[in-house]
């Protein structure tokens, strides 16, 4: 059996820690969103429960398979209408602290999927 490393994506997560999350070669120390293609740096510091669809438009504009929303070092509920937003448009929604996000993130990305993340540093 022969063994390939899959190569790199410049929006691979390749370490989390408290306050910091690092992509590739930038490390980022505030919440942020990201695709399979790119990093959102100016993300909107909305707390979970504010999160509203208008505010995920900028990551559903690339159509991903999914969306997982990291949310912190706790895992805390999204609000019930963004939920249901989610699941009228038909892309997946998931919800789970960000250590749990970015691997989640990865593993799909080194599927060959369209995952989109949002992922809250504190």
């Known amino acids: 059996m022969k063994f390939t490393r899959e190569p790199l994506s410049v929006t691979t997560i390749l370490h989390v ?15 942020l969103a990201i695709t399979a293609e790119t990093v ?22 690339v159509e991903p398979d999914v ?6 070092w ?3 509920f999204a609000p019930r209408e963004l939920i ?9 929604f998931e919800v789970m602290d960000t250590p749990a996000a970015c691997r989640t993130f990865n593993i799909l990305l080194a599927e060959g999927r369209n ?3 949002i992922l809250t540093i504190e």
């Open 17 to 31: 820690e408290r306050g910091r999350i690092r992509v590739g070669n930038e490390q980022f120390e505030q919440t």
């Open 67 to 72: 969306v997982i929303l990291g949310t912190g």
């Open 115 to 117: 995952p989109a993340a």
């Open 74 to 76: 706790q895992t805390a």
């Open 40 to 61: 959102i740096r100016d993300w909107p510091a909305v707390s979970i429960d504010k999160l509203e669809i208008v505010h995920l438009e900028p990551i559903l504009a």
């Open 84 to 92: 249901f937003a989610m699941a009228r448009r038909g892309t997946g």
